[in-house]
């Protein structure tokens, strides 16, 4: 759900004109959506909002169909996005403090975190001009493929246009489960904005070099130059189903179930796991036996928190 917040706040904002604070976690995203008066919006004739249907008179209606983007667009609508966030000004902190661009006063000793952050911030309002910045890029990267997941949106959108996937829109008179965490989360992230630092809140105005940030982010273009079967061995090799990586004891057991999470007998076997490697690991508590979907597997005992 995390992947499609910057579009979502986006899109709120052209259609309804509104600043719609936004909060996005693993489970979902969370919108706070300011009181509005519907016919002073000017939406009644727009496409999001049908004929004929109620809508509480304190509340723009959003719903389901914002939520939809064409596959073609969505790309570029989260990557013009990103720039402004809180995330990308800490992300950029950390790449330039990796690429040594934050010098210290003194190299055998840490720089606070709050003078990291001042000269990040200097440095961003410089970088942020020259498009082909690599530190700017390389924030953008992590941004898009390792947080929101841009390549697993666009792929969602594209089954939400062929039907494969179906969109149901819900009123509920109270929180779901879920969504109760997220507004604990909401309230966490937004009781103490104020205070957070100024290179977080500050948004940035960047110039990207579109060709370069494709080529970073390896569009398919370039990922067609991938061999297939490398991709697939080094898929197997990930996974512990190559000869090389077969397990030889019950400490190997132990690895499989720390690295590779709950797995089951049949998949413990078919990568050369023996049958009482894995009782052997209970007896010692050091594995559990867990039900995950309807089926019976282990996990490691590190785990069991998690899974309980």
């Known amino acids: 759900p995390a992947r499609g917040a910057p579009a979502l706040g986006a899109r709120l904002s052209e259609r309804y004109g509104m600043d719609a604070q936004v909060m996005h976690a693993d489970d979902g995203i969370v919108l706070r959506l300011p009181d509005a008066d519907l016919m002073s919006l000017d939406l009644l004739d727009q496409t999001p909002v049908k004929a004929g249907t109620e809508y509480d008179a304190d509340q723009a209606p959003v719903g389901a169909a914002d939520v939809v983007f064409d596959k073609g667009e969505v790309d570029q609508v989260v990557t013009d996005q990103v720039g402004g966030s809180a995330l990308f000004a800490s992300r950029f902190r950390e790449c330039a403090a990796r690429a040594l661009l934050l010098p210290r006063r003194n190299p055998g000793r840490r720089t606070p975190l709050w003078q990291q952050r001042q000269r990040a911030s200097q440095l961003l309002q410089v970088a942020g001009e020259f498009g082909s910045f690599p530190i700017v890029l390389e924030a953008v990267r992590e941004c898009l493929q390792d947080v929101f997941d841009v390549p697993g949106l666009v792929e969602l959108m594209g089954d939400l246009e062929a039907r494969k996937v179906r969109l149901v829109e819900v009123t ?11 507004l604990f989360g909401y309230v966490a992230q937004f009781l103490y904005e104020g205070d957070s630092p100024l290179a977080e809140r500050r ?46 004891d019950a400490e190997g057991v132990a690895d499989l179930l720390r690295l590779l999470g709950p797995l089951t007998d049949a998949e413990l076997a078919e990568r050369g796991a023996e049958p009482q490697w894995a009782r052997e690991l209970a007896s010692a508590r050091r594995a559990i036996r867990v039900r995950v979907a309807g089926t019976d597997h282990w996990a490691a005992i590190e785990d069991a928190g998690r899974l309980r």
Do not use: H
Not at 172 to 182: C, I
Not at 218 to 246: F, K
């Open 203 to 248: 948004a940035a105005a960047l110039s990207l070099d579109s060709r370069l940030l494709a080529e970073l982010l390896g569009q398919a273009e370039l990922r067609e130059l991938l061999d297939a079967e490398v991709l697939t061995e080094l898929e197997r090799e990930l996974l512990w189903l190559t000869e090389d990586r077969r397990v030889k």
């Open 172 to 182: 509920t008179p109270e929180p779901s489960p879920f969504a109760r965490s997220l």
